[in-house]
């Protein structure tokens, strides 16, 4: 994989109206549109981001975070991050983000939460 590449799948949740965005790569101000191209484009009413093949997030990339967050609140959906890494989650502390973003260890666990 190419470095600032974020390679982004979506699938099916188990549950009904659950989506899950699974990503690889760096989450930075290079790969972002297509993220907030992905984000942007799924209506899930439950938007599950698993993090955990995503090796770095810089404040680009925390940005559009918050970004998905906020767009999901607008729309009264559902969103949560799972499987975030060391950095990224130092990130979020560091900038007091915790508390905005429901966050879990497995996408199971995330989707029983939100059920």
Do not use: N, W, Y
Not at 7 to 14: A, C, E, H, R
Not at 25 to 31: A, I, K, P
Not at 94 to 109: C, E, H, R, S, Y
């Amino acid at each position: 994989m190419a470095k600032d590449r974020l390679d982004i799948q979506t699938t099916p949740g188990s549950r009904d109206g659950h989506r899950i965005l699974q990503m690889a790569g760096e989450l930075t101000l290079q790969s972002l549109f297509s993220f907030q191209q992905a984000v942007r484009s799924d209506k899930a009413p439950v938007l599950i981001l698993d993090l955990s093949g995503v090796t770095f997030v810089d404040s680009a990339g925390v940005g559009a975070l918050v970004g998905a967050c906020i767009s999901a609140q607008k729309d009264s959906r559902k969103l949560a991050l799972v499987g975030v890494g060391e950095r990224a989650a130092a990130s979020l502390s560091i900038l007091g983000l915790t508390k905005f973003f429901p966050t879990f260890a497995t996408v199971q666990a995330a989707e029983q939460s939100l059920s």
